[in-house]
């Protein structure tokens, strides 16, 4: 048998409904703020957390000819030297996380990587060419990739890991990676480089030697018009190091190889000449 409930009781039960769809909405409304806040949280995390990604080089020590006796100790030192530049490589990935623009692994590090180990790389041809065939095409074994896990927008395919003599994952020296030689930011005068004159320092060429000479003494002259070309369309770009980075380093590592090559074509049939690669450095003048 039903009877009404007490007045004070429907008030009582009334608020009790009311409380409870309170709590509800209360907890549907925490629910999707959590939700939402949850999924911004995890997307900066997934960009936080993206790894630097890994430097791959093509082995250049299975593509060596037997090595003769009297080049093994350079041709290791060489090729110890290519492993260590790729671990370099390989650390100033993971220092430099979030610097520079889209282009910054490319111009900072990838690309002197490739120009450290073309000089590298004809040390070795060279040093195999004294008493037997000189190597030929192994220059094409210098350029590295970049296994992306979403730093680098400007790296190539990707390539044979190397797997030179001591586990060829890094990187010496950081030519492109230390100092701060002239530049604060690149946002004034975009200045000029300045490079020690090569030529004025050669013995006499050989004739057999001058159009090799000659070729390589052009190409320091347009290695020069090229940084001078990137100061001026990289105005802006990067931070306080980004000249010594992306311009100043790499050109110190072209110009290395281009004056190593006329070192040696003069070395063929003269004497080599000795301590040119001291002139490769240049200078910003602002």
Same mark, same amino acid.
């Given at each position: 048998?039903?009877?009404?409930?007490?007045?004070?009781?429907?008030?009582?039960?009334?608020?009790?409904?009311?409380?409870?769809?309170?709590?509800?909405?209360?907890?549907?409304?925490?629910?999707?703020?959590?939700?939402?806040?949850?999924?911004?949280?995890?997307?900066?995390?997934?960009?936080?957390?993206?790894?630097?990604?890994?430097?791959?080089?093509?082995?250049?020590?299975?593509?060596?000819?037997?090595?003769?006796?009297?080049?093994?100790?350079?041709?290791?030192?060489?090729?110890?030297?290519?492993?260590?530049?790729?671990?370099?490589?390989?650390?100033?990935?993971?220092?430099?996380?979030?610097?520079?623009?889209?282009?910054?692994?490319?111009?900072?590090?990838?690309?002197?990587?490739?120009?450290?180990?073309?000089?590298?790389?004809?040390?070795?041809?060279?040093?195999?060419?004294?008493?037997?065939?000189?190597?030929?095409?192994?220059?094409?074994?210098?350029?590295?990739?970049?296994?992306?896990?979403?730093?680098?927008?400007?790296?190539?395919?990707?390539?044979?890991?190397?797997?030179? @003599?001591?586990?060829?994952?890094?990187?010496?020296?950081?030519?492109?990676?230390?100092?701060?030689?002239?530049?604060?930011?690149?946002?004034?005068?975009?200045?000029?480089?300045?490079?020690?004159?090569?030529?004025?320092?050669?013995? @006499?060429?050989?004739?057999?030697?001058?159009?090799?000479?000659?070729?390589?003494?052009?190409?320091?002259?347009?290695?020069?018009?090229?940084?001078?070309?990137?100061?001026?369309?990289?105005?802006?770009?990067?931070?306080?190091?980004?000249?010594?980075?992306?311009?100043?380093?790499?050109?110190?590592?072209?110009?290395?190889?281009?004056?190593?090559?006329?070192?040696?074509?003069?070395?063929?049939?003269?004497?080599?000449?000795?301590?040119?690669?001291?002139?490769?450095?240049?200078?910003?003048?602002?």
């Amino acid at each position: 048998m039903s009877r009404a409930l007490p007045k004070y009781n429907k008030r009582r039960v009334a608020f009790i409904g009311g409380a409870a769809a309170v709590a509800l909405s209360g907890t549907v409304i925490a629910g999707f703020a959590l939700a939402g806040e949850t999924s911004r949280s995890s997307g900066t995390n997934a960009r936080t957390l993206a790894g630097p990604g890994t430097v791959s080089c093509p082995d250049v020590q299975s593509r060596l000819p037997a090595v003769p006796a009297s080049a093994k100790a350079e041709v290791d030192r060489n090729l110890t030297l290519l492993n260590a530049q790729i671990q370099e490589a390989n650390k100033r990935l993971v220092d430099t996380v979030g610097q520079g623009g889209p282009n910054f692994v490319q111009n900072a590090i990838i690309g002197p990587l490739k120009d450290k180990r073309v000089a590298t790389i004809n040390r070795i041809a060279t040093a195999i060419g004294r008493t037997a065939a000189r190597p030929q095409g192994l220059d094409a074994l210098a350029p590295c990739t970049l296994n992306t896990n979403g730093n680098a927008a400007a790296a190539t395919p990707n390539a044979t890991p190397t797997k030179q @003599a001591g586990g060829n994952t890094g990187n010496t020296g950081g030519k492109g990676n230390a100092g701060s030689a002239g530049n604060t930011g690149n946002t004034n005068a975009v200045g000029t480089i300045t490079c020690p004159d090569v030529r004025s320092k050669l013995p @006499a060429v050989p004739a057999s030697a001058k159009a090799e000479v000659d070729r390589n003494l052009a190409l320091l002259n347009t290695q020069i018009q090229e940084a001078n070309k990137r100061l001026a369309s990289s105005v802006g770009q990067g931070g306080p190091n980004f000249v010594q980075n992306a311009i100043l380093g790499p050109l110190k590592d072209k110009r290395v190889a281009a004056i190593d090559r006329i070192a040696i074509s003069i070395g063929r049939t003269a004497a080599k000449p000795q301590g040119l690669n001291a002139l490769a450095a240049c200078t910003l003048n602002k």
